[in-house]
């Protein structure tokens, strides 16, 4: 069973920074492609930044330049740096892992870390 547990979320003002983190368990970490997704208040959740087994990154255009990806492998933790933080990244920001089988794929999702930026 896959779990991932994310922290780090907090309330900072805008043009600050926050570092989440997010400890994955339950399969070779060192394989696993990792993303991060927030979500707002009445709004889907969508795709933040990723981070292959490889270490190839990559960003959506409203974080590029300012959030980074990274990952230790030795402590199974993925982490985002997130600077130059602007009210609009006020969301819960989640941990993925997906499974994929031959008939489809599957997603497992942290609980979730809350980031608010106030103005």
């Known amino acids: 069973q896959v779990e991932l547990v994310e922290s780090g979320g907090g309330l900072v003002q805008d043009g600050g920074s926050l570092r989440l983190s997010c400890i994955v368990s339950g399969r070779t970490f060192s394989r696993t492609d990792i993303q991060w997704y927030r979500q707002s208040l009445g709004k889907q959740r969508d795709l933040v930044a990723g981070i292959s087994s490889g270490g190839r990154t990559n960003y959506a255009d409203s974080v590029k330049g300012r959030f980074v990806i990274s990952r230790d492998n030795a402590k199974n933790t993925v982490y985002l740096q997130m600077n130059s933080l602007k009210p609009e990244d006020t969301a819960v920001y989640y941990c993925?892992?997906?499974?994929?089988?031959?008939?489809?794929?599957?997603?497992?999702w942290g609980q979730g870390t809350q980031v608010t930026v106030s103005s």
């Open positions: 993925n892992v997906k499974e994929r089988f031959l008939s489809g794929e599957y997603d497992y």
